[in-house]
């Protein structure tokens, strides 16, 4: 497969995040009839952020779906699909998205699970000051879970997570927040959100990470711009012990 330098740094695909995919990629499938295995080159030309997915500017050789897209480096990025629609629009479904709708199933690996693998590299302590937390991470929050119902599940889920990942010589009290405690009917959700944070944040980096990690948070992809730079540093800043 020309231009591939390894063939090992593609069958163990890393979660790649639509923000990382490049603007050209090298893409391989196997069309109809004897042809064998297509290779060709195509550009990025947008993204659907509402199915996680990758536009190409052409369209689709039938057949072909379920191929890899390679990037310039030779890692493979994503899969080749297309929608069942006139054109057969090409896209590249990222793996950070395969791996989400992977969780979303019940599958959950160890090796390339982008939230597990991430919380694991968050340490235990110091707390996180209120005043660490961008204004900007509570308001993703605040429109992602509008009510204290979807917010309280999304908490519970992401203390779960946080204490399956916890060494065992940490106290479980460390990583837990009983949100009986939380403000129970705010005007404003980021009120919720505000509460919630100074509570976990009073745990450790790790219970914050939590629930930036865990299945269904808010994603950096999908704000825009400006706040999703703050997100990922945000989430850099967790994993920073010295900072």
Not at 38 to 62: P, Y
Not at 192 to 220: C, E, H, I, Q, T
Request: hydrophobic share 40%; with cysteine.
């Amino acid at each position: 497969m020309q231009g591939i330098p390894s063939f090992t740094t593609w069958i163990n695909p890393q979660p790649t995040q639509i923000s990382t995919i490049s603007s050209k990629l090298t893409c391989f499938g196997y069309g109809p009839g004897d042809g064998g295995l297509r290779q060709w080159e195509d550009n990025v030309s947008g993204i659907d952020l509402n199915f996680g997915l990758v536009a190409l500017q052409n369209s689709l050789l039938k057949g072909v779906s379920g191929g890899p897209a390679i990037g310039p480096n030779g890692t493979a990025l994503g899969v080749v699909v297309a929608r069942d629609a006139e054109g057969a629009q090409k896209y590249v479904l990222p793996f950070e998205s395969v791996y989400r709708w992977m969780e979303d199933q019940g599958y959950r690996p160890s090796a390339t699970s982008s939230s597990s693998s991430a919380l694991l590299s968050v340490p235990i302590g110091p707390a996180v000051r209120f005043g660490d937390i961008p204004e900007e991470v509570l308001l993703a929050f605040a429109r992602q879970f509008s009510t204290v119902a979807s917010a309280r599940a999304h908490i519970a889920k992401a203390m779960r997570l946080a204490a399956d990942n916890h060494p065992e010589t940490n106290k479980p009290q460390e990583i837990t927040i009983d949100v009986t405690h939380l403000n129970p009917m705010p005007e404003d959700m980021t009120v919720f959100w505000s509460d919630a944070f100074s509570s976990v944040g009073k745990k450790s980096r790790r219970s914050v990470a939590a629930l930036l990690d865990v299945k269904g948070a808010p994603l950096p992809d999908l704000e825009d711009a400006d706040t999703a730079n703050v997100m990922r540093k945000f989430r850099q800043w967790l994993s920073s012990p010295s900072h």
